[in-house]
């Protein structure tokens, strides 16, 4: 008995079986039909498994899934969510991915994985900025102050800006249209965050399909397809749209870079990743901290210790010192103000120095550009709080002199004693002996002259002896032999 079994057509398999049974002709009825049944039961089991192996058969009819990637494959087109698409057996599955980190686009979380898991720590104390707007990070949220509205663009499209109480604040938008030009993708706003979910199933380009990984799985141009960025390229092959990896291991463009973050973008299999950049600080602008990333990946702007120096308009040396807080003096004594005169004094209220010749009242000045530790006096007229602020001194909070025709100050009489040179005539009033001209003060005026004043004046020669009154004992002084009762050697009397 010979069977054929066969299928003919373009591109199909043709088999044949053919199986043979000869009977000597000795065999029994009998034993013939048991052969017969047997065989055929045989030959009809072995037809059915050959068909069913014959590849491209029922693929034809879809009732075998036909292959979709290459094992190893990743799918560049997912965003960074802690988890990517790897091909696996001819499928795409999901798989968790520590380094795909999702940026939630606040500067006051540290982003992180955690098995798959998206992890947003909040970071307190540090220096932050949103858009082209500086501030701090108070409980995970950056804190900026503002003027009115126009300084609180933070550069998020599902955010509404607004100043208020001059703290900058950042309201989401569920409304807002945050469009990625990406046809198969669903966008929206959620929290103050963009999502772009895959569009699955709908129709995109030129007869195509979004699939569910929203991407355009038919086209008839490269105009269908997403568009081009640095990490990939995108073409219509085949009615369907492919992308081609570009720029592996190479970091974004500047322009596409988030400054100050501790991180660089990468290309990695056609996606862009984010990478821990040690050299990307945040530069806080303040000379007495240090920009730094932790070991968390995360800018941190610590204090330098004190005393360290830092460059400061508030020294004419242009260099003060840090206070250990973050804090640039410009000063704390005027000495650190410069050497030589006192051309500037440091007001310690706001270490500042300022200069002597500013036509200004500051620093430890008492009027304008003089006294305090300026080396130029103040004036008649001028403020003082002490004698030493004045040209001549202090009195009642105004310098006076000797010759304003006004006894003040320290003054015996008008313009006289004290501490002018000019020195009270006999009948002025006084206030010491020294403010007279011949040293006695009585009863508050000056006294003429006599030989028991316990005074040198007049024409004595010691105190109350010598000239008009009577001769000087030995060891008091002299002129002549006139002036001692005994002998005037070397103007002494022996």
């Known amino acids: 008995m010979k069977l ?14 053919t199986l043979e049974l000869s009977m000597t002709t000795s065999a029994t009825s009998l034993q013939r039909s048991k052969l017969r049944s047997l065989g055929l039961v045989s030959i009809l089991a072995l037809a059915s498994a050959m068909v069913a192996s014959a590849p491209g058969c029922l693929d034809q009819q879809g009732s075998n899934p036909s292959t979709e990637c290459t094992t190893g494959q990743t ?31 606040n500067p006051c979380t540290q982003d992180t994985c955690s098995d798959g898991a998206p992890q947003h720590a909040a970071v307190n104390g540090t220096m932050c900025q949103l858009g082209q707007g500086m501030g701090q990070c108070v409980s995970g949220q950056c804190e900026i102050p503002c003027m009115d509205t126009a300084d609180c663009d933070d550069k998020n499209r599902c955010t509404t800006d607004a100043c208020i109480g001059k703290v900058c604040m950042f309201t989401p938008d569920n409304d807002a249209d945050p469009d990625d030009m990406n046809p198969c993708t669903t966008d929206a706003c959620a929290s103050g965050k963009e999502s772009h979910v895959p569009a699955s199933g709908e129709p995109c ?73 040690t050299s990307d600080p945040f530069n806080d602008g303040n000379v007495c901290t240090a920009d730094q990333c932790n070991d968390m990946n995360a800018p941190v702007n610590p204090a330098l210790p004190a005393l360290s120096q830092c460059a400061t308009q508030d020294n004419p040396t242009g260099m003060g010192k840090c206070d250990g807080n973050g804090v640039c003096l410009g000063c704390s004594q005027t000495s650190d103000c410069g050497g030589g005169p006192n051309w500037h004094t440091c007001d310690t209220t706001v270490n500042v120095c300022f200069s002597c010749d500013d036509n200004t009242k500051n620093g430890t000045e008492t009027d304008v550009d003089c006294g305090g530790e300026c080396i130029e006096r103040c004036e008649r007229g001028q403020m003082c709080n002490v004698t030493s602020d004045c040209a001549g001194e202090c009195d009642g909070g105004l310098c006076v002199d000797c010759s304003d025709n006004t006894k003040n100050g320290t ?80 103007n002494i009397c022996n």
């Open 411 to 490: 003054e015996g009489d008008v313009d006289c004693g004290g501490i002018c040179s000019q020195k009270c005539s006999n009948g002025d009033t006084c206030n010491v002996g020294t403010d007279c001209v011949n040293g006695v003060c009585k009863g508050g005026t000056c006294a003429p002259a006599v030989c028991d004043d316990q005074v040198q004046n007049g024409g004595e020669t010691d105190i109350d002896c010598g000239g008009p009154c009577s001769d000087c004992p030995a060891g008091k002084k002299c002129n002549g032999n006139n002036d001692c009762i005994n002998d005037c050697v070397n």
């Open 75 to 105: 799918d560049p087109t997912t965003p960074d969510d802690c988890v990517r698409k790897e091909c696996q057996g001819g499928k795409f599955v999901t798989v968790a991915s520590d380094t795909e980190v999702p940026d939630d686009a």
């Open 4 to 17: 054929e079994i066969g299928e003919t057509g373009d591109g199909a398999l043709h088999r044949r079986l």
């Open 205 to 277: 380009g030129t007869n195509g399909t979004c699939n569910d990984m929203g991407v355009c799985i038919g086209c008839g141009s490269d105009t269908d397809c997403p568009v081009d960025d640095f990490c990939s390229d995108w073409a219509c092959k085949d009615k369907q749209c492919v992308a081609t990896p570009l720029n592996e291991g190479m970091p974004l463009p500047t322009s596409d870079q988030s400054t100050g973050d501790c991180k660089i973008k990468v290309c990695q299999g056609g996606a862009i990743v984010m990478n821990a950049d």
